[in-house]
């Protein structure tokens, strides 16, 4: 009896044993595949990478060229920073005073610290302050846009060409989210830009007229709303749709989501904050591969092949099959060198396009200099 009575006990605790490890397993898979599961992004394109790595996590669409809006000031900002630094005195000019939408209201021959112009350019999206720094930079806007596709080179873009400082549609005015990605680490990697980009609230003084000032506040929502955001740009016009380059740290995990053409200003952030989600989610690594159709809305800036190339029409598929996601292993490699329901400014939600001809149009409202297409 007693020797029965053992066989069943030891038989019991072993089945017990073989539960307990079996519920344990599904615990721990169920709680994986929450953490893997792909994010659902409205946005037609975007992507997700570790700041530190560069490897990529998510990604749509990611090598499709479109308007960056005023994401292209991440570019203007890191080069004046590595220029001329936060203590430079810039002069305004007439026509960057004319510039719209330029929030500080600035008049011609008034005189501001770099460092002033950058917080409003990266805080509010100021693009009258853009041109003040190309023009303070580089002497024009023309020469300032040669620095940064030289720049935009030297970090490994590929798809990216700049013809102004502060993201107003032109022709010649394209980057993809990849690109824009890399451009955001590798000016996240440096200290000034840091700073200046997780601000929510500043002062704009004044060099000269002394003692004028501005309250400045950053058009990025997710900074002091969601855990670990500290920078980087939005950008809004009628061409690009919502954009948002985000950053947040948690830890020893920096990641960057870069999101182009949301359809509203809202769901940019929404976008950004499942890709961050996810990213923590999975400890910045891993990769996920989703793919959207392409069709006419969604067609490449330019409409070319290739600079000078005649324009070619995006094709509509016959079908449009739900987007694909595809998990594929980590990628560690790292690059070379190397982000308000309201909108990112006024200029980005009423922009129009800038003329190409020798001189704009007196109804464009946007007082810009003629664009080259890349390698003219």
Not at 100 to 108: A, H
Not at 154 to 178: D, V
Not at 271 to 278: I, P, S, V, W
Not at 305 to 311: D, E, F, L, N, T
Request: charged share 20%; hydrophobic share 40%; net charge positive.
């Amino acid at each position: 009896m007693g020797i029965k009575f053992n066989n069943w006990r030891e038989n019991s605790l072993a089945a017990f044993g073989r539960m307990f490890v079996l519920s344990l397993a599904a615990c721990i898979l169920f709680a994986c595949g929450v953490q893997a599961a792909a994010p659902s992004v409205l946005a037609e394109s975007a992507i997700l990478i570790n700041a530190r790595t560069g490897a990529v996590i998510f990604e749509k669409n990611a090598d499709i060229r479109r308007a960056p809006a005023s994401m292209t000031k991440m570019m203007t900002c890191i080069l004046c920073l590595e220029t001329k630094g936060l203590n430079a005195e810039f002069k305004v000019t007439q026509a960057a005073a004319a510039t719209e939408d330029s929030y500080l209201e600035m008049k011609g021959g008034e005189r501001l610290l770099s460092g002033e112009l950058l917080q409003e350019m990266m805080m509010e999206s100021d693009n009258g302050a853009a041109v003040v720094v190309a023009q303070n930079v580089s002497g024009s806007v023309l020469k300032f846009a040669d620095l940064m596709n030289e720049k935009a080179k030297e970090i490994g873009c590929r798809k990216t060409h700049f013809s102004n400082p502060n993201g107003l549609t032109a022709k010649w005015h394209y980057s993809t989210a990849r690109d824009m990605s890399k451009i955001a680490a590798y000016c996240m990697k440096n200290p000034d830009f840091r700073n200046l980009v997780s601000k929510k609230n500043a002062v704009i003084h004044w060099a000269s007229p002394a003692g004028r000032t501005y309250k400045s506040e950053t058009t990025n929502e997710l900074l002091g709303r969601y855990s670990g955001a500290n920078g980087i740009k939005t950008g809004w016009t009628n061409a690009a749709r919502g954009c948002v380059a985000a950053s947040a740290k948690r830890g020893d995990v920096e990641l960057i989501a870069v999101v182009m053409k949301s359809k509203d200003h809202d769901t940019r952030f929404s976008d950004a904050r499942k890709l961050l989600d996810y990213g923590f989610s999975v400890g910045g690594e891993g990769k996920i591969v989703a793919e959207d159709p392409v069709t006419v809305k969604s067609k490449r800036l330019p409409d070319v092949s290739r600079p000078g190339a005649s324009p070619k029409r995006a094709t509509v598929p016959a079908a449009s099959p739900a987007p694909k996601a595809v998990a594929t292993p980590a990628v560690t490699s790292a690059p070379k060198t190397t982000g308000t329901p309201a909108v990112s400014s006024a200029s980005e939600a009423n922009a129009r396009p800038v003329a190409t001809a020798a001189t704009a149009s007196k109804n464009t409202g946007i007082r810009m200099p003629v664009v080259r297409r890349p390698g003219a």
